[in-house]
């Protein structure tokens, strides 16, 4: 096999592996995407991903709709999906949270939309609670049973975030006591 042939097969291998419904449905409904000018709606494959995950994710009844929102007020840009402080909102925001203030006119499409856009779609929080158990089970205990183990990275990781939080709000904290002066009165 040629070198050329060998790069294409591994662009149609990772092209492959890539591609699924999910992803479809992600970028269909992608604020970002459809404010930027991309028309997703002449896709072929992702309008059946998108179909095919709303199929999965809603009743019968609710896909139709959900379709028929997504095709006359997303794709539209109509009813709260209008306005420019709307089209600035799908550039700043994470997207779930852009259908959580602005879906609310298609709720079908708007619980699906917050579902699939709040994933990860990267392998990083796997790589670091793999970390945490390597830190939490070593040479030193290596007898922990991996029910054991698993609660201890629980509360390990939970610490961690609950730091990070507290942090972050003591910057924010501002002081609600009176000066001297006004407690004399």
């Given at each position: 096999?040629?070198?050329?042939?060998?790069?294409?097969?591994?662009?149609?291998?990772?092209?492959?592996?890539?591609?699924?419904?999910?992803?479809?449905?992600?970028?269909?409904?992608?604020?970002?995407?459809?404010?930027?000018?991309?028309?997703?709606?002449?896709?072929?494959?992702?309008?059946?991903?998108?179909?095919?995950?709303?199929?999965?994710?809603?009743?019968?009844d609710a896909v139709g709709k959900a379709l028929a929102d997504y095709s006359t007020k997303f794709?539209?840009?109509?009813?709260?999906?209008?306005?420019?402080?709307?089209?600035?909102?799908?550039?700043?925001m994470p997207g779930h949270v852009w259908w959580d203030v602005h879906g609310g006119c298609a709720?079908?499409?708007?619980?699906?939309?917050?579902?699939?856009?709040?994933?990860?779609?990267?392998?990083?929080?796997?790589?670091?609670?793999?970390?945490?158990?390597?830190?939490?089970?070593?040479?030193?205990?290596?007898?922990?049973?991996?029910?054991?183990?698993?609660k201890l990275v629980h509360v390990y990781r939970n610490s961690r975030e609950t730091a990070r939080?507290?942090?972050?709000?003591?910057?924010?904290?501002?002081?609600?006591?009176?000066?001297?002066?006004?407690?004399?009165?």
């Amino acid at each position: 096999m040629c070198a050329h042939a060998q790069v294409d097969h591994i662009i149609d291998e990772r092209w492959e592996f890539l591609h699924s419904d999910v992803y479809a449905a992600a970028y269909a409904l992608d604020p970002e995407y459809a404010y930027a000018g991309h028309d997703i709606g002449d896709n072929e494959e992702v309008m059946a991903g998108l179909s095919a995950m709303l199929t999965k994710m809603l009743s019968k009844d609710a896909v139709g709709k959900a379709l028929a929102d997504y095709s006359t007020k997303f794709r539209r840009f109509l009813g709260s999906f209008s306005g420019d402080s709307v089209r600035e909102h799908a550039r700043d925001m994470p997207g779930h949270v852009w259908w959580d203030v602005h879906g609310g006119c298609a709720p079908e499409l708007q619980s699906v939309a917050v579902k699939l856009l709040s994933q990860s779609p990267s392998s990083s929080p796997t790589e670091r609670n793999w970390s945490d158990f390597d830190y939490l089970k070593n040479k030193r205990r290596n007898r922990l049973l991996p029910d054991t183990a698993e609660k201890l990275v629980h509360v390990y990781r939970n610490s961690r975030e609950t730091a990070r939080f507290d942090a972050e709000f003591d910057e924010l904290y501002v002081s609600w006591n009176l000066p001297e002066s006004a407690d004399a009165v």
